[in-house]
């Protein structure tokens, strides 16, 4: 079935650092894929999305680019700030299995100081 | 645009009450909506799935009979955890599917179920 792999956290970054977590997924076709944030005691936000092979999503100076080579999703922002401090997932969806199930990562924790 | 609510924020009940947790989609009509539960420092698990009008679609191992979903209209499905029990203390998250797409869900911010 399908499936989501995050790197393992927490990444702790000082201020003005690179980020990089790392997402691979499975599945089968082409699914739709995703970076969600969630800041403490909050549901989760949207960050950005990309919906076919080599699309690049991007949002608030995070990026993402959909590699089917390497089933991968890798989440870079070039300069963290400490209100980037969060848990990020990666999910997918579809087109195996259907369109109503999303499938997340088990989350990365970032922390940021100053 | 493509807000959802969730009401109550933080909940906070006895053992063996029934506890009823509210996701509204604000803007737009939802004819599917989900609802999740989520463990400390844990990643999301998908509990049910909603369509409006019809019986809800539960995940393998989730007692349909203590969690009841109603999802009477296009803005509005309901959980209602039933003789709730400590062990049901959890996050819960509903999120919501836009009638025109089909695969972006909007999340609501979440309610803190605590059972003492």
């Known amino acids: 079935g399908n499936s989501v792999t995050q790197m393992e956290g927490p990444v702790t970054l000082s201020e003005e650092a690179f980020l990089t977590i790392n997402c691979t997924y499975t599945?089968?076709?082409?699914?739709?894929l995703f970076w969600y944030v969630q800041y403490p005691g909050e549901g989760l936000q949207l960050l950005l999305k990309?919906?076919?092979?080599?699309d690049k999503g991007s949002n608030k100076g995070f990026e993402a680019t959909y590699r089917k080579e390497t089933t991968s999703f890798h989440l870079e922002k070039g300069s963290v700030q400490v209100s980037d401090s969060a848990v990020y997932f990666c999910a997918l969806i579809g087109p195996s299995g259907g369109y109503n199930k999303l499938i997340f990562g088990a989350g990365t924790r970032l922390a940021v100081h100053p | 645009g493509a807000v959802v609510s969730q009401h109550p924020s933080r909940v906070i009940c006895k053992s063996g009450t029934s506890v009823k947790i509210e996701c509204r989609s604000l803007?737009?009509?939802?004819?599917?909506m989900f609802w999740y539960r989520q463990f400390p420092k844990q990643s999301l698990m998908l509990m049910a799935t909603?369509?409006?009008?019809?019986?809800?679609?539960?995940e393998q191992g989730v007692e349909k009979d203590k969690f009841l979903i109603n999802h009477a209209s296009l803005t509005l499905s309901t959980l209602t955890v039933t003789s709730a029990h400590p062990e049901d203390s959890s996050f819960y998250i509903c999120?919501?599917?836009?009638?025109?797409?089909?695969?972006?869900?909007?999340f609501g911010p979440g309610t803190r179920l605590t059972v003492l």
């Open positions: 990309a919906t076919k092979a080599d």
């Open positions: 803007d737009f009509q939802a004819t599917t």
């Open positions: 999120s919501a599917r836009d009638a025109l797409g089909y695969n972006e869900q909007f």
């Open positions: 909603s369509n409006e009008g019809s019986k809800a679609t539960y």
């Open positions: 599945a089968t076709g082409y699914p739709s």
